[in-house]
């Protein structure tokens, strides 16, 4: 296999990433490789691979079996890990199967995790949850140090969170973590915008669901480490069958090469809405990091390159006018979910946050007036167009109210 270029730039990354091995098989496109099983051609060796894989390792010749290892898969993992600067990556089915293998990892290193809110709400329900047998301390961004034990095995952060964009400084959780390794949740940034590992976190965790997949039909998740996390996280994987299917890895890696295109010109998009929201008679709140006085810690340019495409806006009708503007919009769709080439809007504390210990939720910002807007590809004018007519009918369905 031909080593990786990490000296270039992201954008030549994001194209040619894992596809060094292209040439040599004598192929352009990136080839699906769906068999479930392998020959193995001789028993010794496919024996000694297996038990490789088993233990979390790579294949020794065959790959055996597609639950163990796969082609399609190991080059999409190969090139996220470039991305995101990180010695290698593994790819899981889902978002939340890659939270539980990395807490379920962590549990063979001790009972206890520290917890930051907001965090998404599946990886809060997990948590609280209890289910894998963890102890979770909830802590503030700058409590984390006094919640620190001897048996803690991680800390788990999101920046920006889901779906307050509430961001947290990497270095000082890094510092305050100390020897105890920092799992980051970077799928609101992307590694276009945020790469954690070079501030030294040890595991960032993406629902590749949203921005890597980009077009809202693939559902996994991905982390990328170092070696060892890398070798206990395919273990967990091999023992418990959380793959990420060869078809979705093709599809993932497929969309790489426009990733950054999309999450810039997504970018844009959203800081036109934020300002006008911002400006907006209906709305009391904007929640984006590109808004003047929204980064009071200075980590747009030293943590974040810019303040991606998602943002939360709270109302003034509360979520009587943010259920009106969920059934009012038009171009954009009332629908969880994010990261995607077109735009979404949904109300978290009734869906993606529903799950969270409401005290907690209120606690961290997920009012009953909040709405999460994930802007998409689309002319930023339409998208206007489309939310201000929305509001428009919640503000008179408001007046009505007050009038009767
Ligand atoms: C969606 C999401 C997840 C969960 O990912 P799935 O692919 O839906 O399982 C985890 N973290 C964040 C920040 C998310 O937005």
Partial sequence: MSKP??????????????????????????????SSTYPLHDLDEGGRSLEAMAMGGLPIGSPVYSRLYNPTTA?????????????????????????????MAAKQRGGHVVAVRPLYGGTDHLLASGMLGLEVTWAAADGIAAAIRPDTAMVIVETPANPTLAMVDLDDVVRQAGKVPVLVDNTFATPILQNPIKQGVTLV????TKFLGGHGDVLAGIVATNNDWATELRKVRVITGNVLHPLAAYLLHRGLPTLPLRVRAQQAGAQVIAERLARHPAVSAVHFPGLPGQDPKGLLGRQMKGPGSLMAFELKGGFEAASVVMA?????????????????????????HRVVDPAAREHSGVSQSLMRLSVGLESPEDLWADLEQALAKAMAKQAVGTAR
């Fill in 75 to 103: 080059r999409y993992e190969q090139a996220l890990a470039q991305m995101e600067g990180a010695e290698e990556a593994v790819a899981f089915g889902s978002g939340m199967a890659a939270v539980t293998a990395c807490l």
């Fill in 5 to 34: 270029n990490t000296a270039l730039s992201i954008e030549t990354q994001a194209v040619h990433a894992g596809r060094e091995v292209l040439h040599e098989q004598g192929v352009h496109a990136l080839p699906i490789d769906l």
């Fill in 205 to 208: 965790l993406h629902s590749a």
């Fill in 328 to 352: 009012e919009v038009k171009l954009m769709t009332a629908a969880v979910s994010l990261g995607s080439v077109d735009t979404l809007i949904q109300h978290p504390a009734a869906l993606t």
